[in-house]
């Protein structure tokens, strides 16, 4: 079972990577242009090397959603204060942050904000909550008879859906279906595998050191490792993929350039057999009371950062740091949250803190 420090780290991480994706987006712009070096050539390897982070996610979201479903007996009419909960926690600040974000950027035609809002449109890194929101529609249903076979099921659909799939679609005469990056067929198997990991794990006794106890680091050393290893052998697979595209004629390097790729399912497969192995450390490493606090502070954080990040990354694109993009990186994620941190600090009410993405 993954302990609650092991999720709530591997969140932390995911969103910290998506921040890292998007700032390192100018390096991969360099490459689209010609051969590239020296920093702009280790971005494009970060860039790539964090394509975990959104599945990831989603993964984690389906985990810990069933999780807490599975540790209490739900009583009858559960739905409506789970979506309830759903709605005010998720809804409210993406719909604060995206019409603010039309509204910055210029656009101010009702119609317009209000198809944003349904598609996640209003900026390119807001198409992450509809994923969401259509997971959390669906969970009532999968909680009442997932299995593995079900599981099976939607992670083949987006396997037909991922990069090369869309090659084969012809050769059976069929036409590939332009689904949009957040549609649930590309996501809901990843929601899934969450799910049924939590249903798993729930026999298998805490997953949190008891106290005066200690996770030994060396149990399992083999599997560690071998996960550890596989982990780094799944993205420099990812990474030397999207190159290849990149400068193979004849090549769309355009669907190579997402999280719906085959070597990505690989790959984020290895993170959570990785997440799992190191499960017990993790949790070790985690207890002291400082580091606790400082991961919960930080994930509380994580969701304004996540909403707002991209307004400051055009600010930053603005300035030499567009010519850094591993600087840029760095920037974009201690002002990002340092901003956050002032604004947890000075925002007291709690209609205006659930509002903006912080939580009561």
């Avoid at 051969?35 to 090397?49: C, K, M, S």
């Avoid at 909680?143 to 396997?159: E, S, T």
């Avoid at 290849?244 to 057999?273: E, I, K």
Wanted: glycine fraction near 8%; include cysteine; proline fraction near 6%.
């Amino acid at each position: 079972m993954l302990s609650r420090p092991t999720t709530d780290l591997a969140r932390l991480i995911a969103m910290l990577v998506v921040c890292a994706i998007h700032a390192t987006a100018v390096a991969m712009h360099h490459l689209a242009a010609g051969p590239i070096g020296g920093e702009d050539t280790i971005a494009v390897v970060l860039n790539q090397v964090g394509r975990f982070c959104v599945p990831l996610f989603v993964v984690l979201s389906g985990y810990g959603l069933a999780a807490s479903h599975l540790a209490r007996t739900p009583k009858a009419g559960w739905e409506w204060p789970f979506a309830k909960g759903r709605l005010l926690a998720i809804v409210l600040p993406y719909a604060v942050w995206s019409v603010a974000i039309d509204l910055i950027l210029g656009r101010r035609e009702p119609a317009v904000i209000a198809w944003h809002l349904i598609t996640g449109g209003a900026d390119y890194h807001l198409y992450f909550v509809p994923i969401l929101l259509q997971c959390y529609l669906a969970f009532p249903l999968l909680v009442r008879g997932l299995n593995g076979y079900i599981v099976a099921a939607l992670m083949l659909v987006q396997v037909a859906f991922a990069a090369p799939a869309h090659q084969a679609w012809p050769w059976v005469g069929l036409t590939y279906p332009a689904l949009a990056s957040n549609a649930a067929p590309l996501w809901l198997g990843w929601f899934a595998v969450g799910m049924w990991l939590a249903g798993r794990a729930k026999a298998s006794g805490p997953a949190e050191p008891r106290p005066g106890s200690a996770v030994p680091r060396t149990a399992d050393l083999q599997v560690r490792l071998l996960s550890f290893s596989a982990v780094i052998l799944a993205a420099a697979l990812v990474t030397t993929e999207f190159l290849w595209h990149m400068q193979a004629p004849g090549q769309d390097p355009g669907w190579y350039d997402h999280f719906n790729r085959w070597t990505v399912l690989l790959y984020t497969s290895a993170v959570l057999w990785a997440l799992w192995t190191w499960n017990g450390t993790i949790a070790f490493w985690a207890a002291p009371e400082a580091r606790a606090k400082a991961i919960a502070l930080l994930g509380l954080l994580s969701f304004p950062v996540y909403l707002g990040h991209t307004l400051l990354l055009r600010a930053l694109n603005q300035t030499v740091l567009s010519n850094h993009p591993l600087l840029l990186t760095l920037v974009l994620v201690l002002v990002a949250t340092g901003v956050a941190w002032v604004v947890h600090r000075a925002v007291r009410p709690s209609w205006l803190r659930v509002a903006i993405g912080l939580g009561r």
